[in-house]
């Protein structure tokens, strides 16, 4: 019996192996990561909302807390003749023992990028594909002024109280300090749940007076994803 020459064995298993992680074009395939915003229909996520508003003329703070549930509903073809989704916002004032419905927002995602679409402002809140200082314009969709985010920390750990995101994605959106303004806003999103936090400050304060202006946190705190 002939035997085989162990060099061309090694040969054969090589291509072997590199055949089974090569798809019909020849390329090299590699694992696909969960998206950061999945879209499944009757999956949802509840937030905590805080919202402080500075009353600088009567030197008061309000605040307003409540929860927000968004609910991926049916989804359905849009006037463009694409695949969007309904999404359901209610709100709760009772940490969630009733909920009473607000409004639907519409959220859209394609090879290119995440658009949703709140009481008829569309803006883009995700651009694929997702790196590091890539920045776009999250209102070129509508009428407002420019707004830029670019991302940071791709992948990183984000930690929210006693829970670990460890794949997610920061959208800076704004970080602007001086002695008198404040303007953050920053949203973070993980892999296979879409929206974990947004932060918004947007503050006034002049030498010797009381802070004016409003900031707000969203964050979550269940999910079934």
């Given at each position: 019996?002939?035997?085989?020459?162990?060099?061309i064995?090694i040969f054969?298993?090589?291509?072997?192996?590199?055949?089974?992680?090569?798809?019909?074009?020849?390329?090299?395939?590699?694992?696909?990561?969960?998206?950061?915003?999945?879209?499944?229909?009757?999956?949802?996520?509840?937030?905590?909302?805080?919202?402080?508003?500075?009353?600088?003329?009567?030197?008061?703070?309000?605040?307003?807390?409540?929860?927000?549930?968004?609910?991926?509903?049916?989804?359905?073809?849009?006037?463009?003749?694409d695949?969007?989704?309904?999404?359901?916002?209610?709100?709760?004032?009772?940490?969630?023992?009733?909920?009473?419905?607000?409004?639907?927002?519409v959220i859209?995602?394609?090879?290119?990028?995440?658009?949703?679409?709140?009481l008829?402002?569309?803006?883009?809140?995700?651009s694929?594909?997702v790196?590091?200082n890539?920045s776009?314009?999250?209102?070129?969709?509508?009428?407002?002024e420019?707004?830029?985010?670019f991302?940071?920390?791709?992948?990183?750990?984000?930690?929210?109280?006693?829970?670990?995101?460890s794949?997610?994605v920061?959208?800076?959106?704004?970080?602007?300090?001086?002695?008198?303004?404040?303007i953050?806003?920053?949203?973070?999103?993980?892999r296979?749940?879409?929206?974990?936090?947004?932060?918004?400050?947007?503050?006034?304060?002049?030498?010797?007076?009381?802070?004016?202006?409003?900031?707000?946190?969203?964050?979550?705190?269940?999910?079934n994803?």
């Open positions: 019996m002939m035997k085989l020459n162990p060099l064995f054969f298993l090589q291509v072997l192996l590199f055949s089974w992680g090569c798809g019909e074009t020849g390329q090299l395939v590699y694992p696909s990561k969960a998206s950061f915003y999945p879209t499944k229909k009757d999956k949802f996520i509840i937030y905590s909302y805080e919202e402080f508003n500075h009353d600088a003329f009567n030197s008061s703070t309000d605040t307003t807390t409540y929860w927000i549930k968004e609910t991926i509903e049916t989804p359905f073809i849009d006037q463009e003749k695949s969007s989704y309904q999404l359901r916002i209610d709100y709760s004032y009772d940490e969630g023992l009733n909920w009473e419905f607000q409004y639907y927002a859209k995602v394609d090879n290119y990028s995440l658009e949703r679409s709140d008829d402002v569309k803006r883009i809140k995700l694929f594909p790196k590091d890539k776009w314009d999250i209102n070129m969709l509508n009428s407002q420019t707004q830029y985010g991302y940071q920390n791709t992948d990183g750990l984000y930690r929210i109280k006693d829970s670990l995101f794949e997610t920061i959208v800076n959106l704004g970080d602007q300090e001086d002695i008198i303004f404040t953050f806003e920053e949203e973070v999103y993980a296979g749940i879409g929206l974990i936090s947004r932060k918004f400050r947007d503050i006034e304060t002049q030498p010797g007076k009381y802070k004016d202006g409003i900031e707000y946190t969203k964050t979550i705190i269940r999910s994803w």
